[in-house]
């Protein structure tokens, strides 16, 4: 999935010589602290609420001689989770959406983006959750997958994260059965460490607190 496959059918946009307070309650309407400038479909960048929420609700944008617009954007070739880091570095709740030749073709909001992250890594689709933790030199997605096909189940996805000050890792496998007893049994045997696993009514509600762990983190 790409930036072209994820531009929001939301128009994030305003003509720079919008009001201010026009500009504000856009951005309250659409529930993003950003929009995009443009000038005759030319993108000048982006304007945050907190740059002008302080001034005269009817001056306009391109009279502000003192505002800067962040140039902040994705391509239509970036990879979702290349635009998940982009959104992360720049704590922006908005970022557009540019051609190889800069021109603004649309833009995604972080919840929006949240969305897709989702349907990525199927966490929508029914299942269960097992988390290894192992050492980095000793990761194989192959033999990881090769003990699961084994129990004639397959891993829908797949998400490495690090631990913290070590040489080790999380591995989280999202599989297409309920009952995985049998997996967790297989995988001691070849001396994997499970360190937690989530069957389909406490894996939503995992899924629900990290989902509302991660709103709140994006909207720091």
């Known amino acids: 999935m790409f930036g072209k496959d994820i531009i929001s059918e939301v128009d994030y946009t305003v003509e720079a010589n919008v009001s201010v307070g026009d500009a504000v309650r856009l951005m309250e309407n659409l529930e993003v602290n950003e929009l995009a400038v443009v000038k005759d479909d030319i993108f000048l960048g982006l304007v945050s ?8 609700d009817q001056l306009q944008l391109s009279d502000i001689q003192s505002l800067e617009l962040r140039r902040d954007s994705i391509d239509l070739g970036d990879h979702v989770l290349h635009i998940y ?15 190889g030749k800069l021109q603004l073709k649309g833009g995604v ?8 992250l989702g349907n990525v890594f199927n966490i929508t689709e029914p299942g269960s ?21 084994q129990e ?7 998400l490495i994260s690090a631990v913290p000050d070590s040489q080790q890792i999380y591995v989280s496998l999202k599989l297409n059965l309920f009952d995985i007893q049998g ?11 499970v360190v937690a696993y989530f069957t389909e ?6 899924l629900t607190d990290r989902y509302n762990e991660f709103i709140n983190f994006l909207e720091i």
Request: aromatic share 10%.
């Open 49 to 56: 609420v907190d740059d002008i929420i302080d001034l005269e």
């Open 85 to 99: 880091q982009k959104f992360i570095a720049s704590g922006l709740s908005l970022l557009p959406v540019l051609d």
């Open 109 to 116: 909001s972080r919840s929006e983006l949240f969305v897709h």
């Open 129 to 149: 959750l097992i988390v290894l933790k192992l050492d980095k030199r000793d990761y194989s997605l192959s033999e990881i997958a090769r003990i699961v096909e």
């Open 152 to 158: 004639n189940t397959s891993v829908l996805s797949t």
């Open 183 to 193: 997996i967790i049994q297989s995988f001691e045997r070849f001396d994997y460490e």
């Open 201 to 206: 009514e406490s894996y939503e509600d995992f």
